[in-house]
């Protein structure tokens, strides 16, 4: 909707008041009524940060699954191979020393049945 077809809705004094002082009291009323400018600022644009600059890609012009096969799988290998000696035996051992603990609380769990020989 033109800003000019807001003349019809305004109050009787706009009708007085010269054009230009029309138009800018328009203006001021559409940028207001924005839907930008009525619901605060986009999570984006939050705060103001000064003295950094930040370059992006269009994603139009990125390539989502560029050397996938060729480069991707080939490097989680080696990076997989590479940490699996460093991340592993601590995980294995833990994992032993706690199947043994709970090994060891079930069989401390259990009733000795020397105790309970002469009950009726």
Do not use: C
Not at 9 to 33: N, Q
Not at 89 to 113: C, F, I, S
């Amino acid at each position: 909707m033109h800003w000019r077809k807001l003349r019809h809705i305004s109050p009787g004094s706009l009708k007085e008041r010269s054009d230009r002082r029309f138009d800018a009291i328009a203006a001021e009323f559409l940028r207001k009524s924005a839907p930008d400018s009525r619901m605060g600022r986009h999570f984006g644009d939050l705060a103001r940060v000064r003295h950094i600059i930040t370059y992006s890609l269009s994603p139009f012009e990125q390539r989502a699954f560029a050397n996938y096969f060729s480069k991707g799988i080939p490097n989680v290998w080696r990076r997989f191979t590479s940490s699996v000696f460093r991340v592993a035996p601590p995980m294995v051992a833990m994992y032993l020393t706690y199947t043994w603990g709970n090994q060891v609380h079930e069989q401390g769990k259990r009733k000795d049945p020397k105790q309970f020989e002469n009950d009726e």
